[in-house]
């Protein structure tokens, strides 16, 4: 039986998905703080391969993706009191106004593509929310 279209599509772009919240691991309570925010991005990749961009555009998108993730646990790690939080209200907010500032981004153009990648992501989770609200 062929994976439903949603699955296929995330797949398609990112085999490894699910292994995501242990690569950003710093300690094992980060595991179920990575799994929710795995749970927010997915449908925004399955919103992205279906807009016809081409594979390298929604390929940088999901490398965004999963630097975002990694500064978000790292965040957690370095503000504790963070974890009190909805993990899907510090995915909202870290994506604000271009997204958190990633460490290790040195090059003009890496700091773009990060932000236009926050942007985008910004305004599917708002359509998200007011579908919710």
């Not at 490398?63 to 963070?82: A, F, M, S, V």
Request: glycine share 6%; proline share 5%; aromatic share 6%.
């Amino acid at each position: 039986m062929a994976p439903p279209p949603a699955a296929a599509a995330v797949a398609s772009y990112c085999k490894e998905l699910e292994e995501w919240p242990r690569s950003w691991m710093g300690m094992e309570a980060d595991i179920a703080a990575g799994e929710k925010m795995v749970a927010c991005i997915k449908p925004f990749i399955v919103h992205l391969a279906g807009l016809g961009l081409s594979r390298k555009t929604v390929r940088k998108h999901v490398d965004n993706l999963w630097i975002l993730g990694g500064e978000l646990i790292r965040d957690l790690n370095e503000t504790p009191r963070l974890r009190k939080r909805a993990v899907e209200d510090l995915v909202f907010d870290a994506v604000e106004d271009g997204g958190i500032l990633p460490h290790h981004h040195d090059r003009e153009e890496q700091v773009r593509s990060f932000e236009a990648t926050c942007r985008k992501f910004r305004r599917f989770l708002e359509r998200q929310r007011g579908r919710h609200d």
